[in-house]
T-cell receptor
């Protein structure tokens, strides 16, 4: 099992550019989520999904879109990047509900918006 | 809403010594999970230990143990026989039990440096 994979590992964007952060898992997990990590703020939930076709907003969703067309993939889209979106992004997955009390994290993507 | 507070931004410990990292949380729920995650310089998030709130016994994993005080809403992590590889950022996290979602709420982290 590859676990949770994220691409790219590093990315530099200019303000206003768009891009998609990719996340995939091969553990057949129902629950997937995106977090951003900023200095002094821990990890904050952006969006999450409890299964294919179902997504919902987390704590800091503005400026980000997600979709979940398959169980395996959960891409995060930045439609018009802003310097405030400079951060490290983590994707995580788990079983749903009480079985999902351990989340598995990807290696993260460091994004810089100039 | 639940919150998690880590009041120690940085800590330092000598190799082979014991160190305790603090975490407090706020919730009105009676059943939940608490976690400690380790993030070494590689950036990978690694689960260190987890505690289920309905279990009174404190969780232990080798050199890592917790002191779970439910009434005080406190969840500290003790690292015994500290090793250089324990140098990392440590995050305390909360998850509701049995909900439809598995949202994790993180504290702001404690950066632990193990000195040789």
């Amino acid at each position: 099992n590859a676990g949770v994979t994220q691409t790219p590992k590093f990315q530099v964007l200019k303000t206003g550019q768009s891009m998609t952060l990719q996340c995939a898992q091969d553990m057949n997990h129902e629950y997937m989520s995106w977090y951003r990590q900023d200095p002094g703020m821990g990890l904050r939930l952006i969006h999450y999904s409890v299964g294919a076709g179902i997504t919902d907003q987390g704590e800091v969703p503005n400026g980000y879109n997600v979709s979940r067309s398959t169980t395996e993939d959960f891409p995060l889209r930045l439609l018009s990047a802003a310097p405030s979106q400079t951060s490290v992004y983590f994707c995580a997955s788990s079983r749903r509900g009480v079985l999902g009390n351990e989340q598995f994290f990807g290696p993260g993507t460091r994004l810089t918006v100039l | 809403a639940q919150t998690v507070t880590q009041s120690q931004p940085e800590m330092s410990v000598q190799e082979a010594e014991t160190v305790t990292l603090s975490c407090t949380y706020d919730t009105s729920e009676s059943n939940y999970y608490l976690f400690w995650y380790k993030q070494p310089p590689s950036r990978q998030m690694i689960l260190v230990i987890r505690q289920e709130a309905y279990k009174q016994q404190n969780a232990t994993e080798n050199r890592f143990s917790v002191n779970f005080q439910k009434a005080a809403k406190s969840f500290s992590l003790k690292i015994s026989d500290s090793q250089l590889g324990d140098t990392a950022m440590y995050f305390c996290a909360f998850m509701n039990y049995g909900g439809a979602t598995n949202k994790l709420i993180f504290g702001t982290g404690t950066l632990l440096a193990v000195q040789p």
